[in-house]
Structures are given as C-alpha cells and as structure tokens.
C-alpha cells in the first residue's frame, strides 16, 4: 500500500516536471558577513510558484515569460522584489531588519527556522563547547539547556556520562537520549572489562561541533518515534563553505586537581578511637582487657600488625593516604582545522590531539583523531555530501570504585602505617589492613582503547524545485581493546604469578535512510511534506581471554601466561526497521501546524507485538505577527506553542522476549542452564508528552526568552518484574507499569548591554518532578536489597529508602532509629518512638537522589578586545548517600581509618552526639540503609570561567593571521555545598544505573581545570 | 531525467520494502527452551546444568556451608570481613533483605526448576538412560530441598507433628510466569517426605557407582545425613552403614590428603566439582583464604578457643595455618578445588552415634568406628567410647565444613547464647521474595 502511494507520488512529480519553464538559480547571502542565509524563501510573484535556499543559502527557481519577479523573504531581514529580466543567475544580500534574527535549528531529518518552530527544541552553538577543558561532549554542555540533567558519575577521565532529558524516563530500559551525529544514531552500549562504564562519546572532537540541538517535547521528537522517549541529541559538525580557505588552530595546556578532600583521624586520634572502641566491646562482654581473647588485646595486636617497621606507641603520622590517591593532572590539547571551498565543491577538515590526566593517580585519557566533511554538487540536481571521522582514545583505567585497589579506597589505611618498608617495597596486607591499591599502580595496567569510524554519505537529489530526495546511508565501527596485565603483588596476581586479560568489544552499525520532501508555498501559505524509511541494524561482538601464571612480572601480554584461564567471543545483533511521514504547514509564519507519525519495527521484541505507532501533533501561533501586536513597542516576537505526542523506547537487552538456555560448564563437559523465561507478548514502553510552551521576545528582543510545561506519561514500562524465585528464575520483562514526568522549564536571554561594552546574560531552569505511578500487579516497590536508592509507587525513581536514623541513647550510647511502625492505613503510629534494634525500624522515604531544579546561569561581558565568561551550574533539593560510611564513618566499628566527625562519638551518659559510642566488631549505628548517611546534595558550582583576549587584528597587517585569541579556562573552580564529601556531583561506577544515583563510595572527585590556550585564524 | 527519476524510484522503493525478515535475529549464545528439552543428548546437558546450579555460590559453591559454620561460630571462627551479609550472619542480625539469605533461596530454587524440567521431559530420553536421569534429578532436588528447610525453617523435631512452616515445594518446571508461581509453604514436615521421597526414588533408580554425578550410594549417604537430622536413627545407622558396606569409598590415611583436590578422593561421597574453568569459584576459599591462594583478606578466622579443643598431635589440628596474622583452616585454602560435601567419615559417624544412641553394633561396634577416624587423625585408640566422645569426635573430624549449626540445632544446643531454637538461627524469607509472592509468611523475628 505504502509502495503504491509512493509510485503515484512519484509520478504526479514526473508530470509536474514537465511544465516547468526557465530555471534561474543563485545565492542568498547575509549582507553584512556574506554568510548563506539557509531557509530564505523565494516565490515568483502572482504564481504559486516558490522554494527555500539550501544549507549553502542555495536556490534554483523557474520563472516564466510573464513572471519574471522574485520575492525574496526572510525572518528578520528586509524582504526584496528583484526582476530577473534575462539572468539565469541572481545572487541575493539581505539586510538585517533590526527584528529578531532568525535562527535555524536542526530538526529530525531536516532543518527549520525557529520561529516557525512548533516543538521544544534547544540548540547549542558549537561556540559555546568549543575549547572546554573537558573530556567529553555532555561535561561542556552541563548547565547550558534547560531540563538536560548531565552528571560525570565521578572524576575519573573517560568514565560514563549520564545524560536526562526531562527527568529518568524509565525503570529499567535505557534512559539516555539517543544522540545522533551528521545523521547517524550513535548507540552508547560499548562497555569495557572492568565493569565501569565508558563514554563513547568521549571521542568526539568537540571542536568540530556546529551545533548541538537537543530535542526535548514529543513533537520535536516524535520522528525518531522509536528511540526518542529519553530524548534526542543531534550533533552537526561543521562543514565548509565556499569562499576564503580558513585555518583555525587552537592550542591548550593546563593542569587539573581535585575538587575536595574528606577530613581522616591523623594517628593519635585513630589509636586512641580504636583502643577506646576495643575496651567498650570488651566491657559489653564483660571481657578483661588483658585478657588474651579480648578485644583489647585484639586491637593491639592489629596495631603491631599495621606499623610494619615502626612502632605505632609513636603514634607518628606515617602516611597521608587521601594525598597518595591524587596527583595534580595535566591538560593538553591541540586541534587544527581547514575549511573553504568553491561553487561546487566544499571542505572541512580537522585533526587534533589531546591529553587529559585525572585526579586520581595513574588514570589518564588521550585521544586522537581526524575529520573530513565534503559536500559536492555532482549535477545541478545532485548534491552530495561525505562526513569520515576517525578517533582513537586511550584510557589508563583504574579499578572501579568497589575493589579495593581503586586508589581512594586508600583512605581506608592506618595513618600510623608506613607506604613503604625500610628497603622501599610498598607494604601490602597484613601491615596494610587492606589491598594497597598502590601496588596496582606500580605493578599493575589496565588500558582501553577505543578506535571509532562514523561515516556517512547523503545524496540530495532536487527532483522539481518542491520536491527533493534526501538519501543517507552510514557506518558506525566502534571498536574497544582492553588489555590488563597484572603482577604478581598485585591483589588479582598474587594467587596465580600474575594475571592479565585482553578484550576486544566491536559495535558495527549501520544506518540507511531515504526521505522523499515536499515544500511549496501558495501565497501565505507554506505547506511542507516528508515522507521517509529507515534501516538500523547493529551487531556487537566481543572475544575475551584471560590467563595466569607469568615468568616474571615484565611479560604483559598472554602469549606469556603459562595457564590460559578463560576465554569467550559472543555476537549480539538487532535490528528496527521504521516508515515515518509528516506535513508541516504555517500561515503567514502565524499560524503553524505539525503533524508526524512514526511506525517502527525492532527485533527485541516477540514476534506479534514488533511494530508500534508513534503519532504526534502540535501547533503554534505568533501573537506577535497579528495586527493587534504588531505595532507593539516593547513586545517584539511572541508565540504560543501546544504539542502532543507519543515515543518510543526499546532500550532493552537483546531477545529478552524469549525462553532460553545458555551453555555452562560442569566439571570439564558442557551444559545447558535455564537463562530466561519467555514473555513473546513483549512490546514497546512508550511515553505519551503534553508540552505548552512560549516563546517571547521584549525590546527588540533585546530580552528574550521561552517558558515551557510538559507532562510525560510512560506507559507499558519495560519493567524488569521480580518473580517469585521459587520458579527458578527471578526477573521476567514485563510491559507493566506507569511513569510521570512532570515539569517546567525557563530560558531567559538578556542582551544588558550593547556597544563597547556588552554583557549578556542567559540563565536556564528545570523545575523536573518524577513520580512512579504503579509498577507491576501488587508490586509497590522494587529493592535490590542491599542498595537504599529504590522504585516505590508514589515516589521518584531512585528515592532513598531505609530507616530513619535517630541518633544516639544518651543513656548508653546506642544507635537509634525511629520505629516508624505503621497501622493498616499505613499510618506512621507514634512517629517519635525509637529502636536501638535496627531490624525493627520499618524502612521510610528518606529523601531523593534526583534534583528538584537544575539550573545554569551564564555571563559574558565583554569590553574592546576582552571577553569574560562565567558560567555557573547548580541543582537543588537532592539528598547523597555515603556508600562509604558503613566503613569510614562507623565509630571504628572495624579498622578503616575514621572520617574526623566520629570524634563526637559517645563516651559517657548524658552525652548528646549523633555518633554512637565506638564498639569493635559492632555494627553500632553502622547499618548501611539509614538517613545516618544521607546528606544534604545540593550544589552551586562556578562551572566555566573563561577570560580571552582577541589581539588587535590591525597588530598583524597581511601577514596572514586574521583573528588570534590568548584565553584562559577554568572549569569547576568553586563549588558550594553541604556535602562534606570529595564532591557532590557523584554516582559510584560500579552501582550507576537507571535507579542509583547519588551514592558516593569512595569515588574520584571532579577535577578543577585550569587551562591556557591560544587560538589563531588564518 | 526520466532515467533518473526511474532509477530514483527504484531506489526509494527497494529501501522502503525493508522487509520485515530483518527484524527476525536469534541469539549466537543462548537456545530457545523447547530446543534445550526436546532431545535426549540436550536433556541430559540441561541434568549436567543442575550439579552446575548446585555448584552455584549461594549453594554448594559455598555460601551454604560457609552460613552454617558462621552461624554456629560460638567463639571459634570470627568473621572480619567487610561484607555485610556474612557479617549480621555471623552476629545473628539477619535482616530479611540479607543478600546471603537471598542468595541461597534463589540458588536452590535454579536447581530444583532444571531437576522439575527434567524430570517433565523424561519421556524424550533414551528408554535405557531414563532410570538414571530420573534418579539423579531427583537426587538433586532433594539436596536442594534439604538445604533450604534447614535454613528457612525452624528444625525438624524429632517425633513431632512439624506443622512449622517450612519452604514451599514446587515439582513442575516454570514455563511461563502466572498466579500458579504465587506457591505458599509447605510444612516442615511435608518438606522432608518430600526429601525422602526423593532420595527413596533415586536409591532404587540409580546405578551404584556414577562417578562424580549422583549414584545409588551418594543418596544412600544424604538420606543417612537426612534420617539423622529428623532423629531417625535406626534409619540413619542404616544407610551409613550400607554406605560404608558397599565398599565403593575408603577412609584416605592421611587427613591432610582430604583437602585441596582437584579430583574426588576414594572418601568423598559427593564433591562439588570447581576448576579454574568455572565462572563461579569456590566462596569456601574466597572467605577462609588468604591473597597469596587466591582468598579475599582472610575474612574468617579460626580463634584460639576452636584450636583449643584438639589434642597436640591430631593432623586435624595441624591442618590449620597462620597466615595474615590468625589462623585459618587448610580444608579451603586453595583455589578452583573440589568442595567436599559428602564424604565417607561422616558415614562412619552416624552409624558411631546411631549405634550408641540405640545400644547395637550394626557393621562395627561403636568404638570401632570412632577410632577408625580418630586413629586416622593419628591419635591413640580409645575404649569405652561415649556418646559424647562421638560428637566431639565429630566436632572435630567435619570442623568448618558446613555442619555445625544443623548439628546444634539437631542437638538443642546453644550458639552465642542463642537457644538452639532461637528465630535468630532461622534464616528470612529473603524480602524480594515475599514482595513478590504475596502468598508467603515471614519467618518470626523478621
């Protein structure tokens, strides 16, 4: 049916064809910078005849005998009548209206002009990510759009972003938008070894970058309908335009520290806490001290253990173990680009260079890589354009943040414990109380490579002036090498004479796509329609292999290991095949009316419930074009914008739609084990989105700005539903549930000042509110067991749940919680009665990991050749959990090294203190799932400084420098927070996932930055 | 341009009739479930799968046996790990969302749906092999079984009624999830006739000798562990005995010989069998080791008053080592090693202390059998042997390898202070699973 509508499409195309007289093409260009101008409108004048310019501000038009002049319009410039007379070419300058000036935004496959915009869209100039000191894209876009939730799990370089459009969009399939560069979908599932996740987008050059636009209501992206619930992330890199060639090169050096510190007992302090704590457990036990079974005497001997060669009765500050984790990084960063081009032909090309050393001792992350953008005009009717990008990024990996030899579990060491023995060997266990990650960094490596190809060919092919044909078919080869080698010191060596492993993960994607487009304009009308399909297909694969037994420790690679433990290779594939259409119509560029419709198919699902239906609607209308407004002084643009519209999500792992067996190993011969139980009725978790929104311009639009309020209802969650275990499986994916994001955002711009001296001032707000509706049949809560963040109904995603700590028993020193205990109405009945048995507090909402308002304020003043930009990020209203204090902060329950605050512990009666008396082998007050280790998280952070200084042009003469700019960057200079953590920006590696956030465990700070860079044009 | 637009067309149209086919992609590394059940060579790899679940972490792989030790530790092992779990295990302050008490629910109820798979597709085994495919699955779910009730329910009484709850028994496969999963628990004694049926049907189904897998006399052994436990001695003297008789096992010479194997020793009954292939490794030696084997920080400890209880020279005692400042057990101390779970001294135990509690001599008089392990730990023969020297004597010989708490609980003695009865002593219902099946009790004290 599709095909045959198509057909006659086509062939009403054909015949139109046939009619048309003289062509006249050319250029639209801005009169003041000879910039295309790109969505320019031209019709010829008392016919219904007319186009739009290209990307290049490029048009071909036909005119006739008696129709010979051409009407010329843009937003914000001074429309113009030009008779043709006998040119086959006519170029065109615009001049700019003092009005607002129009901005084209990226759209889903296409591109339109803002103000006719009817969906939510925010765009992101390259400029404004261009020369970060940051690792990968998300960190430079981190405060700059409004209800875009960007969090660096910790401060390790390379480590995983976590990106939220408008709040968590699910529970347990992905919740990542899905990014798209020059066309093509980038899936972010390549994961190394070591379990922690990686960017993958930590590869992109973002100094490449043109624009990044961020597609946010249903209607904006509902034309991805299949990936687009979470959100879509288009990123355009720049390409070439015809006239000057131009070299840009931009040069960077700096050096990058930790963001906090924790405050540990020095120690006089930790002996004393620990013998204290020894001789109370003692004394509950009515043991001795001196005698040989005691706690006390069991201290003692720990302390002789740990002092190796000296002697802790010194009580001397051996080793500040906080300090040995970090080191102070350095930054380096270098790019060079080339771009011009002529009438048929334009480039851009670019390399660059990059070195970022992290926080924490030995992790670094360089990269490397180089890109090409041609486009061509093979025929006057056929344009071209070819994108290749080639990236390599190599990571030192440290361990995530739960082994012990990540370096910040260093902190857990006696202070009184020397790093070193008397001939300079590093201690290790039993003077060390635990692993010294140490070891691992003198005698152990784990580095990551990653090898990255995107490209991409399109053809546009104008089959009549209205109609065009957009074709585009592109690769994704994403490569990852691991390769760790481990001596035999080292904790994963010392029980085989050294352990390695190498890994090899390919992502191999390709995308195809064909867009018939339609646009014409019938006087005041514009009607614009497309109609397309899409072909994804992706395979991953990984082989793995891991051995033991080295010579000596300089043999790293397997071909050395005497014993090949393990090895594996696996190949994973899936597939969407999708049709989509849309119209676009506006009035007048007044009123504005969007419908789109999307039908995907994708392979991860059972075999009746494949295909879904992803509709969407919206419309808009600009007050501000009608009679009544338009002689308005103050008021200069307004629009009301209204969409509807339903996405998709089928982020989920791969076949999970059917029963199956995997293959294991029992003594020497294989087996096959139940993996999964089948659900073949699996389908699609979609989210339906309501979005309201103004768009308002005041004086000249010297202020402008967009308010916007949405409500997303996810329904048929892909809900990883508990089932009894009795039935020998534990989790079933299920199509149950109900989720809401609720919310508004606000974007005001202000332009303070113009002339010499100009400041400008935009500021972004979230207010983002999350709510779990219902989970599966009887299910009001999803609880992993051992982490408090939880789904309960009723709740935000991820909402901290566990006993409501009480503080201490003045009388004895015991912890306390409140009971909490519940009446059949669930009705808390006496809220002040406590417990000092934790396991009769009865589990309470304790707070939420997720902000109620994100925000970002930027600043940039500028004054002759100076320019100041500062950049402020912040959220507010988050709770963060210690992860890490059920050992460091536990009133010595064991022998970590004690955060300093368990100084206040109980020690007598009558002592009012949060921290509970000190007890050895106790868990008093220890228990991980209580309010005790949550704080306070929110954050104000002096994100972005940037002060430049562009050189006089006329210091250079004809030398050829046109523009050269001297600059400094900070990123992450101040930070002001409660948290009395490293940092409070933080997820732990190795628990980060749709429902845990803000769990601190001794993760890597976020670095503070500080670069110097000089950039040149030629 | 016609040509063109013709070749435009069919372009356009070939990508748009993407067909469907390409959304249709198997799994390179997993089978569909009738494919797993529908041969007689794949059932029997789905049989093999059952020891692997047996061999999982939260059973035999170890935490099974690791829990009983540390629950009944009374001062003679000390847990100073970090991990929560073992932790309030070893404190007896088990909350019900205990990843340990998950673990091993979750773990034994793996093995019992592939045993129920199995045993449902009997009909497309081999008419000869079907005895035994039948005898070892049942073997299997009934170590399974075994283990469970143990842990999650109040101890069998002895000449009770046991209408204590016990754990639900589920004897169909789980094809598809539904109302019929939400199972309620069966009582304790329910639970154990289960267990008897279970073993009865793989005694007489299964060939005497089958290797590592399960024969005759390996249930012929857990049902003399079983009748033991529920204080059904004549039957528990028995079996050992017709254990011992068979003449399939022998009583190695020396102790030390028992341990760190990488093939079954002429005394192990039942040995779960691990090597450096298997993705899970023995728990047992993550938590008793130490680093330079393979150990985590030597998380348990053996304490002076457990060291105290040998004389000098018994090789039991000497299979202890120092290491990382304590001693530890030598029975796990070294890595991708079998785990003993059944072995032939136990046998000659129970037919000791059976004898003595009944006043006979079936096979062998009681001294016999007690010197037979206690001269093998090199010590000098005893006349006159009480009961209590037998249980002391089996205190020592099956030290640290997951007896102690059911032989506490089977002999109303006390850990820490704690009655042999004590809710402490009983594991939770893990919470994930009474979130998930309303149908379930919570054990008392949870």
């Known amino acids: 049916m599709k095909q045959q509508l198509l057909t006659l499409l086509f062939i009403c195309v054909a015949a139109m064809g046939v009619h048309a007289q003289r062509a006249v093409t050319g250029r639209v260009t801005e009169l003041s910078s000879g910039e295309p101008l790109i969505g320019a409108t031209l019709t010829v004048k008392g016919t219904t005849t007319g186009t739009t310019t290209d990307a290049d501000g490029r048009y071909s038009i036909r005119v006739g005998k008696d129709a010979d002049v051409l009407v010329v319009k843009y937003t914000g410039y001074r429309g113009q009548e030009i008779t043709v007379g006998t040119r086959s070419n006519v170029d065109v300058a615009m001049e700019q209206n003092a009005e607002l000036i129009d901005e084209v935004v990226v759209i889903g496959y296409g591109k339109q002009i803002k103000s006719t915009l009817t969906g939510n869209i925010v765009k992101v100039s390259g400029d404004n990510v261009k020369a970060m000191p940051v690792v990968s894209v998300e960190q430079a876009l981190q405060g700059q759009a409004a209800g875009v939730y960007i969090e660096s799990t910790n401060g390790k370089v390379g480590g995983a972003m976590r990106m939220r459009v408008r709040g968590v969009g699910s529970i347990n399939a992905g919740t990542e938008p899905l990014f798209v560069v020059d066309g093509i979908p980038l899936a972010k599932d390549a994961r190394n070894t070591s379990g922690a996740d990686m960017n993958p987008l930590a590869d992109l050059n973002f100094n490449d970058i043109e624009s ?25 890199t720049k390409s070439g335009k015809s006239g ?12 990058t520290k930790a963001t906090g510190r924790r405050d540990f007992l020095n120690s006089k302090e930790y002996i004393e806490l620990f013998t204290e704590a020894a001789n109370n457990a003692d004394d509950l036990e009515g043991v001795p001290y001196d005698d040989p079974n005691s706690w006390t005497e069991f201290v003692f001997s720990r302390f002789r253990r740990y002092d190796g060669h000296t002697n802790w009765e010194d009580r001397i500050d051996q080793t500040d173990w906080q300090e040995e984790a970090f080191r102070t990084g350095r930054v380096r960063n270098a790019s060079l680009s080339f771009s011009g081009g002529n009438d048929k032909v334009r480039y851009f ?89 140490l070891i691992d960094i003198e005698d152990g490596s784990r580095k990551v490579n990653t090898f990255r190809t995107l490209a991409n060919i399109s053809g546009e092919y104008t089959i009549t002036e209205h109609l065009g044909l957009h074709m585009e078919g592109a690769a994704n080869l994403y490569n990852v090498r691991d390769d760790a080698s481990f001596g035999e010191r080292t904790e994963n060596g010392s029980a085989s004479k050294g352990y390695g492993y190498s890994a090899f993960a390919g992502a191999t994607d390709y995308n195809a796509n064909a867009l018939l487009h339609w646009d014409q304009e019938f006087d005041a009308h514009a009607l614009g329609l497309d109609l397309g399909t899409e072909y994804f297909t992706s395979e991953n694969t990984r082989t793995y292999v891991e051995g033991e037994q080295f010579p000596t420790d300089d043999f790293k690679t397997l071909a050395s290991a005497a014993s090949i433990k393990a090895g594996t290779s696996t190949i994973t594939n899936y597939s969407f095949v999708s049709y989509f259409g849309r119209a676009r119509y506006n009035f007048n560029r007044k009123y504005l009316l969007n419908l789109s419709a999307r039908v995907d198919g994708s392979s991860r699902f059972g075999k009746d419930n494949r295909y879904a239906f992803f509709p969407a609607a919206s419309a808009g209308w600009v007050l501000s074009e009608e009679g009544f407004l338009k002689e308005n002084k103050a008021l200069s643009f307004l629009k009301l914008r209204a969409s509807w519209g339903v996405s998709g999500n089928a982020d989920i792992e791969n076949f999970l739609s059917q029963g199956l067996y995997n293959a294991g190993t029992y003594n020497g011969s294989s087996t096959l084990n139940p993996k999964q139980i089948a659900n073949p009725g699996l389908t699609w978790e979609k989210s339906a989105e309501l979005d309201f929104g103004v768009d308002f311009g005041l ?50 711009n202000s332009n303070n000042f113009s002339g010499a001296f100009s400041w400008t001032t935009s500021l972004n707000m979230a207010f983002n509110q999350n709510e779990v509706i219902s989970l599966a049949n009887g299910q009001t809560l999803i609880d992993d067991g051992s982490n408090m963040n939880v789904v309960k109904v009723g709740e935000s995603i991820g909402t901290f ?81 210690n992860g890490g204090g059920q050992f460091m902060s536990c009133n010595a329950c064991w022998f970590d090294n004690q955060t300093r605050d368990q100084l206040d512990r109980w020690q007598k009666p009558g002592d009012i203190t949060n921290v509970p008396q000190a007890r050895l082998g106790y868990t008093n007050g220890a228990e991980t799932r209580s309010s005790r280790y949550l704080s306070e998280g929110s954050y104000l952070r002096l994100k972005n400084v940037t002060l430049a200084y562009d050189l006089p042009a006329r210091w250079f003469g004809k030398n050829g420098f046109r523009d050269v700019r001297l600059y400094a960057t900070a990123t992450n200079l101040l930070t002001f927070t409660k948290y009395d953590g490293w940092d409070p920006e933080v997820t732990t590696d190795y628990l980060a996932d749709n429902i845990i956030y803000g769990v601190d465990f001794y993760s890597a700070p976020q670095p503070k930055t500080i670069v110097f860079g000089l950039r040149a044009g030629f | 341009m016609k040509r063109y637009i013709n070749g ?20 390179a590394q997993d089978i569909r479930e009738e494919l797993a059940l529908n041969t007689d060579a794949n059932v029997k790899l789905v049989l093999l799968g059952a020891y692997d679940a047996l061999a999982l972490d939260g059973m035999f792989g170890g935490n099974t046996l690791r829990d009983a030790e540390l629950m009944g530790a009374d001062g003679e092992i000390r847990w100073v790990g970090t991990y929560e779990g073992p932790r309030d295990v070893f404190n007896h302050a088990m909350i019900a969302e205990n990843n340990d008490a998950e673990n091993m629910w979750v773990d034994a109820y793996k093995a019992i749906n592939i045993c129920n798979n199995v045993l449902d597709a009997l009909a497309v085994v081999n008419e000869a092999d079907r005895d035994q495919v039948k005898g070892e699955a049942s073997f299997v779910r009934a170590m399974a079984y075994f283990q469970l009730v143990r842990f999650y329910a109040q101890g069998y009484e002895a000449g009770g009624n046991n209408t204590q709850a016990g754990v639900p028994i589920v004897l169909r496969p789980t094809r598809m999830i539904d109302e019929s999963n939400l199972v309620s628990r069966n009582s304790v004694e329910e639970c154990y006739a289960q267990i008897l049926e279970d073993l009865n049907t793989a005694k007489s189904l299964l060939p005497d000798d089958n290797g590592v897998q399960a024969g005759k006399y390996t249930a012929t052994a857990l049902l003399a562990r079983v009748y033991l436990q529920m204080g059904r001695f004549a039957e528990a003297r028995d079996h050992a005995h017709e254990v011992i008789e068979s003449g399939l096992y022998s009583l190695l010479p020396a102790y030390a010989d028992l341990w760190n194997n ?56 000497a299979l202890h080592y120092e290491g990382y400042g304590a001693w530890r057990t030598g029975k796990w101390r070294d890595q991708y090693k079998n785990e003993p779970v059944i072995r032939l001294a136990e046998m000659y135990l129970i037919r000791a202390e059976c004898n003595a509690r009944l006043g006979t001599s ?85």
Request: proline share 4%; hydrophobic share 35%; glycine share 8%.
């Open chain 2, 262 to 317: 990488e093939d079954n020793t002429a005394e192990d009954i039942f040995a779960v069998q691990i090597s450096n292939q298997d993705f899970d490794e023995s728990t047992m030696v993550i938590f008793y080791s130490i680093p330079d084997y393979g150990g985590r920080d030597g998380d348990i400890e053996v304490n002076q008053t457990h060291l105290d209880l040998y004389e000098a020279d018994d090789a039991r005692l």
């Open chain 1, 212 to 236: 990044i636009e961020v597609l946010k209501d249903a209607s904006a992206k509902a034309i991805y309908g299949a990936r687009g619930s979470n959100g879509v992330v288009i990123i355009t």
């Open chain 1, 801 to 881: 749940y566990g006993a409501a700590y009480a503080g201490v028993d003045p009388q004895n020193g015991d912890a306390l919680w409140f009971v909490n205990a519940t009446d059949d109405n669930g009705n808390i009945v006496d809220p002040t009665a406590t417990t000092n048995d934790f396991s009769t507090a009865n589990f309470v909402v304790l707070g939420s990991p997720m902000p109620d308002v994100i925000y970002g304020l930027d600043n940039t003043f500028s004054y002759g050749g100076l320019t100041l930009n500062i950049r402020l990020q912040g959220q507010q209203g988050n709770q963060i959990q």
């Open chain 1, 244 to 255: 000057k060639s131009r070299i840009e090169l931009d040069l960077q050096t700096g050096f």
């Open chain 2, 362 to 446: 079936t096979g062998a008089s009681v001294d016999d059998d007690y010197n037979a392990i206690h001269t093998r730990a090199g010590l000098q023969p005893k006349t006159g042997v009480s009961l209590d020297d037998i249980l002391y004597e089996r205190r020592l010989e099956l030290a640290h390898e997951g007896h102690r708490i059911h032989d506490v609980k089977r002999l109303k003695g006390s850990v820490d202070g704690l009655s042999y009865d004590d809710p402490t002593l009983v594991y939770p219902i893990p919470a994930r699973e009474i979130q998930a099946n309303k149908n379930l009790v919570q054990n008392a004290g949870y």
């Open chain 1, 699 to 748: 004086f000249d639009n010297r202020l402008s700005g967009e308010v916007d309020y949405y409500i997303k209802n996810t329904t048929d969650l892909l809900l990883n539903v508990p089932v009894p275990a009795s039935s020998g499986f534990t989790n079933q994916f299920q199509n149950i549930g109900k989720l809401r994001n609720k919310g508004l955002e606000l974007v005001l």
């Open chain 1, 349 to 437: 090309a670019s390399g660059n260079l990059g070195l970022n050393e992290g926080v924490l001792l030995s992790n670094e992350l360089s990269k490397n890589g180089g890109r090409l953008n041609l486009d061509f005009d093979a025929t006057k009717r056929l344009k071209v354009g070819v994108g290749l990008s080639l990236a390599r990024t190599s990571t030192r990996q440290v361990s995530n943040d739960n082994a012990f030899s990540t370096p910040l579990q260093l902190v857990a060491l006696a202070p009184f414990t020397p790093k070193t023995d008397e001939d300079g060997i590093l201690y290790d266990r039993p003077v060390t109380t635990y692993y010294n990650g």
């Open chain 2, 8 to 27: 435009l067309i069919l372009l356009a149209l070939s990508s748009l009739v993407a067909c469907d086919k390409k959304l249709n992609l198997d799994p």
